[in-house]
Antibody, heavy 122, light 105 residues
Framework: QVQLVESGGGVVQPGWSLRLSCAASGFTFSTYAMHWVRQTPGKGLEWMTIISYDGSDKKYADSVKGRFSISRDNFRNILSLEMHSLRGEDTAIYYC???????????????WGQGTLVTVSS | DIQMTQSPSSLSAFVGDRVTITCRASQNINKYLNWYQQSPGKAPILLIHVASYLQSGVPSRFTGGGSGTDFTLTISALQPEDSATYYCQQTYSAPTTFGQGTRVE
């Protein structure tokens, strides 16, 4: 069965950086695009970024463009999210999620991880 | 960005009731509409994709309909395990966007 396990969340101060990871198993990781989506009580579900199956194409929401960077390691089945210049409004649960096809235009998500909480506070 | 508006924001119903949730897009999205279910403390689960296609493993009491700007998710006979928040998502254009959710109790 598909498993997506996020790690790396925590409490950081504004302006700090953080790296999230997602360990994938139960499917052929290297053949599917992957997403990061975040959730807050106030804004609900907010899509952040997608990476194509081979890492050659990446797209970002305007709210994180230039601050966040998605990457993947298809040998170790790991998805990562580098977050810089963190702000209070970045406080959220961050979900790693599997797309149901391989390109960076594939926005349907068929599996989600359990999420990792990032809190940005001084 | 395309705005997705769900109604109602919450509802209460009894076991066995027929429940319908509506999702409206701010512009034509053809049939590029998904529905997700999120139980408290859990990750979302894909229920319906491309407006009306039931995801594998999802009970047949869930049906999706609509096209263009107006879409529905119907639960034909509500079960206790259906108590959750339901979200619509448009995949017609980037960035993909979600509705604000409908809580079903």
């Amino acid at each position: 069965q598909v498993q997506l396990v996020e790690s790396g969340g925590g409490v950081v101060q504004p302006g700090w950086s953080l790296r999230l990871s997602c360990a994938a198993s139960g499917f052929t990781f290297s053949t599917y695009a992957m997403h990061w989506v975040r959730q807050t009580p106030g804004k609900g579900l907010e899509w952040m970024t997608i990476i194509s199956y081979d890492g050659s194409d990446k797209k970002y929401a305007d709210s994180v463009k230039g601050r966040f960077s998605i990457s993947r390691d298809n040998f170790r089945n790991i998805l990562s999210l580098e977050m810089h210049s963190l702000r209070g409004e970045d406080t959220a649960i961050y979900y790693c999620a599997k797309a149901n096809c391989n390109s960076a235009s594939c926005y349907t998500i068929d599996y989600w991880g359990q999420g990792t909480l990032v809190t940005v506070s001084s | 960005d395309i705005q997705m508006t769900q109604s109602p924001s919450s509802l209460s119903a009894f076991v066995g009731d027929r429940v319908t949730i509506t999702c409206r897009a701010s512009q034509n999205i053809n049939k590029y509409l998904n529905w997700y279910q999120q139980s408290p403390g859990k990750a979302p689960i894909l229920l319906i994709h491309v407006a009306s296609y039931l995801q594998s493993g999802v009970p047949s009491r869930f049906t999706g309909g609509g096209s263009g700007t107006d879409f529905t998710l119907t639960i034909s006979a509500l079960q206790p395990e259906d108590s959750a928040t339901y979200y619509c998502q448009q995949t017609y254009s980037a960035p993909t966007t979600f509705g604000q959710g409908t809580r079903v109790e």
